[in-house]
């Protein structure tokens, strides 16, 4: 894999050139034959670089930021010098290939949308990532995580075609199993959608469909990819996420209590650290828009340097595997075959 | 208080008598004033009450078992003699004040409905659930947890208003903090039910609604009810306890790679049981079924004994503070005054 060129949204997430600029420097040292564009406020990059020099980081200027509260609408609308819309250009002319930015969600699934356009047979882009389960080793990959309120029951099933291709190249699983997320896992409960869904899901001779799966099911390791509309991805990740914080400060107030838990911890760090990184969000930082014409990785809004050198990470992964050449052949074929029979 | 009669569903759950019949001997030696009736089939009960003799102690016969996972309207229509119907029974004949049961949860809803009413002006009853915080003794009460899959925004506000009741009686809070949960806190998230509850919410003159909240800030303790339908409530919980799982199975295998990280963990033992002690969701257990004419608590079905004993507690507790008179007052009034108007 040799010359590899990214784009890199350098205004986007909470933290802006603070993270990304070190990200970046950082990735650099790490892959000889990665190029990068940073692309934002020339003085403000230029500032964060600090004088460092690497002949395989440039700077794209962009005159404007997407804010992160900011209407996706709005955002598409007003601001075609954004950093966020010069880095996905950057990705739509051939000159990057890929972007990755920790800004505003709804924006970078509408300016994606808008710049790259979704692969034939799509309708909209999902958001997808990986996450850790019971079983070692063994990741889930869950979508749509927010790109989407409104689903229909056939663009469930376009997700579950996607992430099917997608896992299959990321984790060389032949036939990976796919699950809808629903509150039962009896054929009766459920919402309307979730049990269109199970219709056409049941049908498809391509998916490996197990059937629904609950919200405890998700980290069992029983499946490997789990659908759901973007609504509830976005609720559920994200309250585990607030779990994952609240047992971060009980941990943390259960070392501290006394002397002898101080001493305990100290004791037990290296444990504490191990596990720690391993239910550590930051680690599965980057999570993919798929469905476009060209790879978009978005990292978490708060990610720090390493958090967000992960998402670029998955971006260098992508490219290797040509990810959206790869659904673009199958998506196409299959969805043209099955939907429409 | 004295006196108390709770009547439990003793079939309910993954293990039945196995575990109803334990947690029911073990409260009654805490509890001296406390009578329970152990609803089921006699000789299960009897076989697993191994000749323990407590006057406080009956055993009322029924003859039906509702399983895990058959159809609600199924067990409403056709189980008239089952261990949840005949425990709900005693409640509405007054021979008892509440009703604990592990049962299927649909079933539970949909039969105490059936058999209790809604209070005035009530359209659906609610499971609410408290569950830990970021601040250090601060509960969160979250609701619907799985009892309504479809919600209109009027039924959200039905539910705010009645977990704010809970909630000032529970933890005696005047006025506690409300929030919707949605996709992102700006006003222009989120999808239709939801956007049309904020605006019901905000023109309220009785709920303390603060907004939306996001599923990472549900744990945040900045609010004391999140409020949500049962579809959302229910997969963003168990997705919530499905983590859980992962991080308890992570902890294990941490201490356990080698003999350093095997002392390691002898020595931190008591923080971490500790640590364990206070995620641990059987501490959380018992939710209540809110908005009906009677208490009614709804243990998770994988609960041990000591899990499910924590369910009787919840409903020794809501006995005394009489919350169903206290819901049925304010809410009526309330309800009949803001939402005609």
Redesign the interface.
């Known amino acids: 894999l040799t010359n590899i060129t990214i784009a890199i949204d350098a205004m986007g997430g909470d933290y802006g050139t603070k993270v990304t600029v070190p990200a970046a420097v950082s990735i650099l040292e790490k892959h000889h034959d990665l190029k990068l564009i940073l692309v934002g406020d020339q003085t403000a990059i230029q500032k964060e670089l600090n004088n460092t020099i690497n002949d395989r980081l440039s700077i794209q200027h962009a005159s404007e930021v997407v804010d992160m ?1 900011e ?1 996706p609408s709005k955002a598409l609308r007003s601001k075609k010098d954004s950093s966020l819309r010069v880095a996905l250009n950057l990705v739509k002319e051939n000159r990057a290939r890929a972007c990755v930015s920790a800004g505003n969600t ?1 924006a970078l699934v509408a300016t994606a949308h808008y710049v790259l356009k979704t692969l034939p047979e799509v309708d909209r882009p999902a958001i997808i990532r990986s996450l ?3 079983i ?1 080793d063994k990741k889930v990959s869950m979508l749509d995580l ?1 790109a989407n ?2 689903v229909t029951p056939e663009q469930l099933y376009q997700f579950a075609v996607m992430g099917s291709v997608l896992v299959t190249e990321h984790f060389n699983i032949e036939r990976p199993k796919v699950a809808l ?6 054929q ?4 309307e959608q979730v049990r269109e869904a199970d219709k056409i899901f049941s049908q498809s001779r391509f998916l490996n469909y197990v059937g629904y799966i ?7 390791g029983k499946v490997d990819i789990v659908v ?1 509309d ?3 991805g ?14 971060a ?3 943390k ?3 501290s ?1 006394n002397l ?2 101080k ?3 100290l ?6 650290k ?2 720690k990184d ?2 550590n969000p930051g680690k599965f930082n980057g999570a993919s828009l798929i469905g476009l014409k060209g790879i978009v990785i978005k990292s978490h809004g708060s990610a720090n340097a390493a958090d967000f050198a992960n998402a670029i990470e998955e971006a260098i992964l992508e490219v290797g595997k040509n990810i959206p050449e790869k659904i673009g052949e199958k998506v196409g074929m299959l969805l043209k075959e099955e939907i429409k029979t």
């Open positions: 509260d209407l709804g850790p389960t019971l070692k927010g309120v409104y997320l629903n509150i039962g896992v009896e009766i409960k459920g919402n609950e919200g405890d099911g998700i980290f069992s759901c973007g609504f509830i976005n609720i559920a990740l994200k309250a585990v996420e607030g779990f994952a914080k609240l047992i400060c009980y941990t107030s259960s070392f209590r002898f838990a001493i305990s911890a004791i037990a760090m290296s444990s504490l191990n596990l391993q239910i």
